[in-house]
């Protein structure tokens, strides 16, 4: 992932991939991650594999992008697959796909998600049409995702969903109030789910503070530096902070369910 640029403040000091315990400790595992060619995505898709994890990168417009994110990975069995998560039908047939390649899943990232800028007061800018594609794939999608993958993550009795939301889903500060009403429903899914699906299948939140992909670069420099001035640890997050959440639950964290991890340099203490 891109560094940090120069006007912020520290210096990035996440851990890198390969400093886990154990150089490969997904190996033999199977991974689907929606939303696999973003700009968090990838750097999950990357750092699985670095772990030693088959990783199916999945998407919905960007198939040459995941497909060369596919391609380029270290380890084998890597493949780019459709996983858009407001097609259920579409979803069990990746399903049945990755049963009959692989004969098992062992963890799924729901990081597909969309937003938009509408200022929270601006009532007429946030349409209909607008509310329900936010909803539909932030919220519908995680359900739909999970729905569809839970016979085989729950085969080997170990399975693992992690859910990325959002610190706006309990800030209630984002993009929109659409985006931060289905982050807070994400985060509240990881609950029942972890509930409803334990013990065969682990449920977490992964929730990031703003995250420094080039989405975000390209916002007002203004704006974006008064984010990092009111960031108690004084960067934003960059993409590897969020996928070593990811890898951290899957490797290190076998008794955590339920859970909404933050992600966000500490941004909701200022
Ligand atoms: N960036 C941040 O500051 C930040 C902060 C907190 C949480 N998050 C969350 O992190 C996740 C990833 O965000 P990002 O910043 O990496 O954004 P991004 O680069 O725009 O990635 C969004 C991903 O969602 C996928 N997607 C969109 N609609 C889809 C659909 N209908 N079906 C399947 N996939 C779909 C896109 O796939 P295609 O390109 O293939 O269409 C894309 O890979 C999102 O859930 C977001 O809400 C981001």
Known sequence: ????????????????????????????????????????????????????????????????????????????????????VTDSAALAALAADVDEEHG????????????????????????????????????????????????????????????????????AMGSNIAYCASKAAVDNLTKSLARALAPAIRVVSVAPGLVDTEFVKGLDEAWRNRQVELTPLARLADPDDVANAVLAVATLMPFTTGAIIPVDGGRPLA
């Open 104 to 171: 098992r899943l062992d963890i799924l990232v729901n990081c597909a998600g969309i937003t938009k800028f509408v200022a929270h007061a601006d009532l007429d800018g946030l349409d209909d049409d607008l509310v329900d594609r936010i909803l539909s794939v932030n919220v519908r999608g995680v359900i739909a995702a999970t729905r569809a993958f839970r016979p085989l993550l729950a085969h080997g009795g170990r399975g693992l969903v992690v859910n990325i939301s959002s610190i706006a889903g309990t800030t």
């Open 1 to 84: 992932m891109t560094a940090v640029s120069g006007h912020v403040s520290a210096a990035p000091d996440t851990a890198s991939r390969s400093s886990l315990p154990g150089a490969t400790p997904l190996a033999g595992k199977v991974a689907v991650v929606t939303g696999g060619a973003g700009g968090i995505g990838a750097s999950i898709v990357r750092t699985l594999a670095a772990a030693g994890c088959t990783v199916v990168v999945g998407y919905n417009a960007s198939g040459a992008t995941a497909r060369a994110l596919a391609a380029d990975l270290p380890g084998q069995g890597h493949r780019a697959a459709p996983a858009p």
